[in-house]
């Protein structure tokens, strides 16, 4: 496993983590919990009925088992990422992870084995034994045997982890049914271990509020002897393994798609981008053929000569807003046609000082008038006299003329010429 490197596996983000932690607790309940409550009931004696409602219970840690998996595992992988650079082997790295895990899921995991334990020992569900405790102890209830919990956790997790990355070290190219192998190793390793803990911390939270756990130890050691630890050590070990080789099997698979799918998404933007440091250019420049910068910001680029031509003074080498002669009137056009009436530049024929009255169009001086389509040749429609439009009349509007003989009093309808 060391050529496949131990950054690059843990080298994931809290929610992969969190999120293949969690598929794989659901399958470590669905797989193994027969074989628990069969291991509680051997432990706590409650040997009547040893085959009947194997999965009483299970809707308790089965409902849980999001926080407890996700702590567990986001903390195994978080503990490892900060240990990465730090000179410890595979084994010792596995070993402090699997501690850190196993303390921190611990206190997840308190209420949950105290409301299973009991509904494995009275063969009633969940929610059951979870009423009888409030009513037997209130709220006390959610914290008895934290501490044998998590001495058991913290030393059971830390043989586990340590097993399975010592199992995983041993292929140097590891193949895809590693996880399985190791995971199933370990939980026989750690079972083996650490089961008189576990059934300590079973009696415990098995019994009557107050129960000590020294008291635990020594009552089960002149009663049973070492035998009584490892009562139920049968189905453990049978469960062991299925359970933690699917269960780790499932989780590798899930961060193994899940790298390959952000690989696939955004592997090149995380190469080319740190997260830390602004985007570095990686193409090549076409003037230099460095790399790191564009043509464009070059520091060899010659300076750009400007090849357009100036509307204002139709000069070549600058723009009308660099224009000398711009008059600094808003980026004010000057005209640059020439006038269909005199030939001179500079106006238009509206504007033709030389047009015959005032040229084509009405609007004074600037232009922008109406068009009055040459009024020299026309008759006004008001006083009906040749030389001058209706618009320009002196007689008042309404005073309409014939158009026909020019006479005041009818219409060119009503005339009789």
């Known amino acids: 496993m060391a050529s496949d490197g131990e950054g690059s596996r843990y080298d994931l983000p809290l929610w992969c983590s969190v999120a293949s932690g969690t598929v794989g607790g659901a399958c470590a309940v669905v797989v193994g919990y027969p074989f628990e409550t069969i291991k509680v009931r051997l432990q706590t004696g409650a040997t009547q009925r040893m085959w009947s409602q194997l999965f009483a219970g299970m809707g308790a840690p089965l409902a849980t088992v999001t926080p407890q998996w996700a702590v567990m595992y986001a903390a195994y992988y978080n503990v490892q990422k900060y240990l990465g650079d730090k000179e410890l082997g595979p084994v010792a790295r596995g070993a402090v992870s699997g501690a850190a895990c196993g303390f921190a899921v611990s206190f997840c995991a308190v209420p949950v084995d105290v409301v299973k334990i009991n509904a494995q020992k009275m063969h009633v569900s969940a929610y059951e034994s979870m009423r009888t405790l409030y009513k037997q102890r209130g709220l006390r209830f959610v914290a008895h045997g934290g501490v044998a919990t998590i001495l058991h956790l913290t030393l059971s997790q830390m043989a586990f982890f340590a097993t399975y990355e010592f199992v995983l070290d041993r292929w140097e190219r590891p193949p895809a049914h590693a996880p399985a192998v190791a995971g199933g190793l370990s939980g026989l390793v750690e079972w083996t271990l650490f089961m008189a803990t576990d059934t300590v911390k ?191 009349c002196d007689l008042p509007a309404g005073n309409t003329a014939c158009y026909n003989c020019g006479q005041q009093g009818h219409k060119s309808s009503e005339c009789p010429n």
Not at 235 to 263: C, D, G, K, Q, W
Not at 352 to 372: H, S
Not at 373 to 388: D, L, Y
Request: with cysteine.
């Open 202 to 392: 079973t009696r415990v939270q098995a019994a009557a509020p107050g129960a000590s756990y020294v008291n635990a130890w020594r009552t089960l050691w002149r009663s049973e002897g070492p035998r009584g630890f490892y009562r139920g050590y049968g189905p453990v070990v049978l469960r062991a393994v299925p359970v933690n080789a699917t269960s780790f099997f499932v989780i590798e698979a899930a961060n193994r798609r899940i790298r390959e799918f952000r690989e696939r998404r955004w592997g090149a933007m995380e190469i080319i981008h740190d997260v830390d440091q602004p985007r570095q250019e990686t193409r090549t420049c076409r003037i230099c053929n460095e790399v790191g910068h564009l043509a464009r910001n070059c520091p060899q680029a010659p300076p750009r000569e400007e090849t357009r031509k100036c509307h204002i003074c139709g000069e070549v080498g600058h723009i009308a807003r660099y224009c000398p002669e711009n008059t600094g009137d808003g980026g004010a056009r000057r005209e640059t046609r020439k006038c269909h009436v005199c030939g001179e530049v500079g106006h238009l024929a509206r504007n033709c000082p030389n047009a015959e009255d005032g040229g084509d169009y009405d609007g004074g001086e600037g232009g922008g008038g109406r068009r009055r389509k040459g009024a020299g040749g026309r008759r006004c429609f008001n006083c009906g006299q040749v030389g001058h439009l209706s618009a320009d």
